[in-house]
């Protein structure tokens, strides 16, 4: 007999096939009963026919729990009223494995504390599924993205020496007779990439002490990094709009039936093409003034301008051109105004928050130097990064796209933790 996946079972139409998984939930409707069956690509609908299945299998009913391991054999039919529009009527049932307490996770509404402290079951529901799935494709539509836009993988280490995004968010781990710290962002090691290859990126774990317990903060996030050289920040924007509307695209093609899970919105998706609206910070400034925001021109937005900035807007916003004081050390200043900043946050549509933060790079050696001091940044673990400067030196340009962010936009779940298979906050670090 032929083993199949729920996914490929319209291409067994009136086969015999068997089917490996577990039970999801039974129903008895007296001479007939359904098995309600899942096996991690699908939900599928199983029949049993008294006659039709064997004696002993028809008489399972009352035996079966949630969560047990199965093997079913039985025949492919049509039944467009089914999950699936596919449903088995089963011959046999073989169970692999009896669970023998009842299942920590029901049908009913549980606490989101309780969801995640089991985690390692919840994985198993239909929502989580669909998220995860999602997040599948939107690693694999980055991936394609800049694979076929000529950027070379140069993975970032994750024990580094030195700080990128400020000192106030770094975890410090015993690194033999030193401490190291888990990376912030692998841009300074993508510098040296683009400086290598033209254009480089790297896609992997990323670690902030946050003392933040909002929902859009994790411990440890997964973030893209490109980065090019002779690039500016007008073009890294159209980068940035690039590969935002190439995950859509991505996600749109291949998720419908996870978007139907999730019971997303899918024309506010459809919505995201280029161009993507670009103002400046100023502009922003001005936007949340006029909506009577008491807003201190100079600080960062909180989440709650993010929120109303992007209402603004049917697709994600650049905001470019920041006051320097609020930005990092390695970012190039205006020309025409030392104040300012050339970097560029996107702010996703619908009230999702910031997925993107990057600019062009300081690419003077002297000035560079001089902004490490400012920022009381140690010099040392620095020097490598100076010889960059030194030897080489061009224009240059990248940002990181954080991926839980633009899953949690792209899904529509309000709290980022759902958009990662194990979420690490400050108070989880279980399962
Ligand atoms: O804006 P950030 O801090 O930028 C950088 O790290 C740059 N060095 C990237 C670069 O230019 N190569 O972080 C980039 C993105 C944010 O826009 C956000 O999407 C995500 O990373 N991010 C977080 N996601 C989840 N939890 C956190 N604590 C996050 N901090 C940043
Ligand atoms: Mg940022």
Same mark, same amino acid.
């Given at each position: 007999?032929?083993?199949?996946?729920?996914?490929?079972?319209?291409?067994?139409?009136?086969?015999?096939?068997?089917?490996?998984?577990?039970?999801?939930?039974?129903?008895?409707?007296?001479?007939?009963?359904?098995?309600?069956?899942?096996?991690?690509?699908?939900?599928?609908?199983?029949?049993?026919?008294?006659?039709?299945?064997?004696?002993?299998?028809?008489?399972?009913?009352?035996?079966?729990?949630?969560?047990?391991?199965?093997?079913?054999?039985?025949?492919?039919?049509?039944?467009?009223?089914?999950?699936?529009?596919?449903?088995?009527?089963?011959?046999?049932?073989?169970?692999?494995?009896?669970?023998?307490?009842?299942?920590?996770?029901?049908?009913?509404?549980?606490?989101?504390?309780?969801?995640?402290?089991?985690?390692?079951?919840?994985?198993?529901?239909?929502?989580?599924?669909?998220?995860?799935?999602?997040?599948?494709?939107?690693?694999?539509?980055?991936?394609?993205?800049?694979?076929?836009?000529?950027?070379?993988?140069?993975?970032?280490?994750?024990?580094?020496?030195?700080?990128?995004?400020?000192?106030?968010?770094?975890?410090?781990?015993?690194?033999?007779?030193?401490?190291?710290?888990?990376?912030?962002?692998?841009?300074?090691?993508?510098?040296?990439?683009?400086?290598?290859?033209?254009?480089?990126?790297?896609?992997?774990?990323?670690?902030?002490?946050?003392?933040?317990?909002?929902?859009?903060?994790?411990?440890?996030?997964?973030?893209?990094?490109?980065?090019?050289?002779?690039?500016?920040?007008?073009?890294?924007?159209?980068?940035?709009?690039?590969?935002?509307?190439?995950?859509?695209?991505?996600?749109?093609?291949?998720?419908?039936?996870?978007?139907?899970?999730?019971?997303?919105?899918?024309?506010?998706?459809?919505?995201?093409?280029?161009?993507?609206?670009?103002?400046?910070? %100023?502009?922003?400034?001005?936007? =949340? &003034?006029?909506?009577?925001?008491?807003? $201190? #021109? @100079? !600080?960062?937005?909180?989440?709650?301008?993010?929120?109303?900035?992007?209402?603004?807007?049917?697709?994600?916003?650049?905001?470019?051109?920041?006051?320097?004081?609020?930005?990092?050390?390695?970012?190039?200043?205006?020309?025409?105004?030392?104040?300012?900043?050339?970097?560029?946050?996107?702010?996703?549509?619908?009230?999702?928050?910031?997925?993107?933060?990057?600019?062009?790079?300081?690419?003077?050696?002297?000035?560079?130097?001089?902004?490490?001091?400012?920022? %009381?940044?140690?010099?040392?673990? =620095? &020097?490598?990064?100076?010889?960059?400067? $030194? #030897? @080489? !030196?061009?224009?240059?340009?990248?940002?990181?796209?954080?991926?839980?962010?633009?899953?949690?936009?792209?899904?529509?779940?309000?709290?980022?933790?759902?958009?990662?298979?194990?979420?690490?906050?400050?108070?989880?670090?279980?399962?």
């Amino acid at each position: 007999m032929k083993t199949v996946t729920i996914k490929d079972l319209g291409q067994y139409e009136g086969q015999d096939v068997t089917v490996k998984g577990w039970v999801y939930n039974t129903r008895n409707i007296g001479k007939i009963w359904f098995l309600i069956f899942r096996d991690g690509t699908g939900l599928l609908q199983g029949v049993v026919v008294k006659g039709e299945a064997t004696v002993e299998t028809f008489a399972m009913e009352q035996d079966l729990n949630k969560e047990d391991s199965v093997i079913l054999t039985g025949t492919v039919r049509k039944e467009p009223r089914s999950v699936g529009g596919y449903e088995l009527g089963i011959k046999e049932i073989k169970v692999v494995n009896h669970v023998t307490e009842e299942f920590p996770i029901s049908l009913k509404e549980h606490g989101a504390d309780f969801l995640m402290s089991n985690r390692h079951l919840w994985l198993r529901s239909k929502r989580q599924n669909a998220i995860m799935r999602v997040r599948h494709q939107i690693v694999k539509a980055i991936r394609d993205f800049f694979d076929d836009n000529g950027f070379t993988l140069i993975d970032s280490p994750i024990f580094t020496s030195n700080a990128v995004e400020g000192t106030t968010t770094l975890f410090e781990v015993d690194y033999y007779d030193r401490s190291a710290f888990l990376t912030q962002s692998g841009q300074l090691y993508q510098e040296a990439g683009a400086t290598a290859f033209g254009k480089s990126y790297c896609f992997g774990p990323t670690f902030r002490a946050e003392k933040s317990k909002t929902r859009r903060h994790l411990t440890e996030f997964w973030m893209v990094e490109p980065e090019m050289a002779y690039v500016e920040l007008d073009e890294n924007m159209t980068w940035a709009e690039n590969l935002v509307t190439s995950i859509i695209q991505r996600v749109l093609e291949y998720c419908q039936s996870e978007l139907k899970t999730l019971e997303r919105d899918i024309s506010k998706l459809e919505a995201v093409v280029p161009p993507f609206p670009r103002i400046t910070y %100023d502009e922003a400034a001005t936007i =949340l &003034k006029e909506k009577g925001i008491d807003f $201190k #021109y @100079g !600080s960062d937005f909180g989440a709650p301008d993010e929120t109303l900035l992007s209402e603004q807007f049917d697709k994600p916003v650049m905001i470019h051109h920041w006051p320097a004081d609020i930005k990092a050390f390695y970012m190039k200043r205006d020309e025409h105004n030392d104040e300012i900043a050339l970097g560029v946050d996107m702010i996703a549509s619908e009230g999702y928050g910031e997925i993107i933060g990057g600019g062009q790079r300081e690419d003077n050696i002297e000035t560079l130097i001089n902004r490490i001091r400012h920022h %009381d940044l140690p010099m040392e673990p =620095l &020097k490598w990064y100076l010889d960059l400067r $030194k #030897y @080489g !030196s061009v224009p240059h340009s990248g940002f990181g796209l954080g991926l839980e962010r633009t899953v949690a936009w792209i899904c529509g779940t309000k709290h980022i933790r759902e958009t990662i298979p194990f979420p690490r906050t400050m108070t989880r670090l279980e399962p």
